[in-house]
């Protein structure tokens, strides 16, 4: 079953490698979405495909590249998306 999420992720999350490295993530595990960074010093990534899938990225959102020091992480459920490639801007 398709799930689609969107996660803010809050911390050292900026000019750590974290939109590329979560770009990483989700094509190894087949997702697509998006992770831009907020003016706010956050991350906000969405994220959609298998729920398995889904769950391993979000379970990684919680710790981020090594550089990254990740304080929290809030994430909702959206309607699915029909995206077929995972962004970063």
Not at 2 to 8: D, G, R, S
Not at 31 to 42: K, V
Request: one cysteine or more.
């Amino acid at each position: 079953m398709k799930v689609c999420y969107i996660a803010k992720v809050t911390g050292v999350v900026q000019g750590v490698y974290f939109r590329a490295s979560a770009q990483n993530i989700a094509i190894d595990y087949s997702l697509s979405g998006y992770a831009h960074n907020l003016e706010d010093g956050s991350v906000e990534v969405m994220v959609c495909g298998d729920e398995d899938n889904v769950q391993h990225m979000l379970d990684w959102l919680h710790q981020g590249p090594e550089e990254a020091q990740v304080e929290d992480v809030s994430v909702d459920q959206t309607h699915p998306r029909d995206i077929n490639h995972f962004s970063i801007g």
